[in-house]
């Protein structure tokens, strides 16, 4: 989700909720500590420069049950980060500690917003030699009439 469908949809809820996929919700005592902006500069495995951006957030609880963010409250810190270091409309990645800390993609659901769990992949895959898909053989066909137990064959 780009930060300006966050801002319209969270301009449309009553009460902010995050959750994650499992459904389990984040604590409504949540704050988002940090919005930044990331620009992550590295080389994929195949030798090619890249560049990620993304605006992120760090959401965090702790025993402090008196506070909940509205909308409101998060809409004022956006606009404080698009004034002094957000200048583009990118991805939102959001940091939730749960049992480590994870990075997560942001969906809605009409009534939550949902952490997206992200995964790795290879950016180069046809420079690394890795297939598409894992090749199937028969175990029968691997059978081979002189490999016997100790020969070191199998």
């Not at 993304?54 to 963010?69: E, K, M, P, T």
């Not at 909308?71 to 810190?77: F, G, M, R, T, V």
Request: hydrophobic share 35%.
């Amino acid at each position: 989700m780009k930060l300006s469908d966050f801002k319209i949809h969270i301009s449309e809820v009553e009460k902010v909720n995050f959750q994650l996929e499992n459904g389990s919700i984040v604590p409504s005592h949540f704050h988002i500590t940090e919005i930044g902006f990331s620009n992550k500069n590295f080389i994929d495995c195949g030798g090619v420069i890249r560049n990620e951006k993304v605006i992120s957030f760090q959401l965090w609880h702790a025993n402090d049950f008196n506070h909940r963010l509205k909308a409101k409250n998060i809409l004022e810190i956006i606009s404080i980060a698009e004034n002094s270091i957000i200048s583009e409309d990118l991805e939102i990645e959001v940091e939730y500690q749960d049992s480590t800390i994870g990075k997560y993609g942001l969906s809605f659901n009409g009534e939550n917003f949902i952490l997206k769990s992200k995964t790795t992949n290879c950016l180069a895959e046809d420079n690394c030699g890795i297939p598409n898909s894992k090749p199937k053989v028969s175990l029968s066909k691997l059978q081979d009439e002189n490999c016997s137990p100790g020969s070191g064959c199998c």
